[in-house]
């Protein structure tokens, strides 16, 4: 499991940022289209970026599914939760290099210095932190 500090090799590293969505159209929010169907709309401003972060990590999930965990700084944290609270019931949409990698909802403010995001494969945790922490 990578773990990393954010600002490691920061000319290497790729993109990492978190932003608002949700599966309603909202005014000036983009909409991205999901595979098979569907869309989420995504706000445009991130709420949180790379120099937010302390650290990140992969993990796995008790069903061997990948997680990657953000480890927010306290000005970080403080954003995800101020956002949150203001948008109650939403998601939250990952994206590391321009690919959103997940967008689970959430229901109430965020609280947690640690933001796990379902990612699919331990191989996808895995390839994201490295790219994210600048390790290739």
Known sequence: M???SA???????????????????????????????GLLYVRTDAIIDRSDLMGIQSASDQNGGGILVLVLK??????LRAATAAHPGLRLALVVDKIMLAAPAYAAPIRQQQLAFGVGSVHNAE???RSVAGVR
């Not at 306290?74 to 954003?79: I, M, N, S, T, V």
């Open 2 to 4: 990578p773990v990393a």
């Open 74 to 79: 306290d000005e970080g944290l403080a954003k």
């Open 127 to 129: 390839l994201a932190a």
């Open 7 to 37: 600002g490691d090799t920061a000319a290497q590293a790729a993109d990492l940022r978190v932003f608002l969505a949700d599966t309603k159209a909202h005014p000036g929010w983009t909409p991205v289209p999901l595979k098979p169907s």
